[in-house]
């Protein structure tokens, strides 16, 4: 048995069983994590799921030197991509983002080091029993958006950081009755 959000096609269950939830510490995968998750705000995850290959081959794989570095050339051939969302905010966001996070690699180490920074390096395992007790923002979310927004990070609210935590296993939030549950 798994999360019943998860039960939508093959493609949220591969998701659900092998990636959603579990510790990641890889930057170039937090990175690819955080631009998936701002670019699914106001659509379904199932959608960005089914664009991932797309994204991740017009994104350079999500390096983030490679996406840092992007142009006004660049760009437009992004909004001219029908294979991934072309929303002109949210690319920006993505471009605007990997310079930040430089900066933050040079601060911290590590992307990684930041993120994981917020959780004292620990994962929150959450014991819930119904997806309805499932929260789309915490205080941590909240504050961690706030931080980053104040970085001046774009498109990064509480319940897009909070699914991304949820996604690089900062919480491990599977139901309690889900066989990945750890």
């Not at 007790?133 to 897009?160: H, Q, Y």
Request: aromatic content about 12%.
């Amino acid at each position: 048995m798994r999360c019943e959000w998860a039960n939508g096609s093959v493609l949220e269950q591969e998701y659900h069983d092998h990636e959603w939830g579990k510790e990641t510490h890889n930057d170039q995968q937090l990175f690819e994590m955080l631009v998936l998750e701002s670019m699914q705000s106001g659509l379904s995850w199932s959608t960005i799921l089914n664009k991932r290959e797309n994204f991740r081959q017009a994104f350079d794989n999500f390096e983030i030197q490679k996406v840092a570095q992007y142009n006004e050339d660049k760009f437009v051939e992004l909004m001219n991509n029908a294979g991934i969302v072309r929303h002109s905010l949210k690319i920006k966001a993505a471009i605007h983002n990997a310079q930040l996070i430089l900066a933050i690699q040079e601060e911290y180490g590590s992307l990684d080091a930041y993120f994981w920074e917020f959780t004292q390096h620990k994962v929150k395992n959450n014991p819930w029993k119904t997806m309805g007790e499932v929260p789309a923002t915490t205080e941590l979310s909240d504050e961690i958006s706030r931080k980053m927004k104040k970085r001046g990070f774009k498109f990064i609210g509480s319940t897009t950081v909070y699914a991304f935590m949820q996604a690089v296993g900062m919480v491990n939030d599977h139901l309690i009755t889900c066989e990945f549950k750890k």
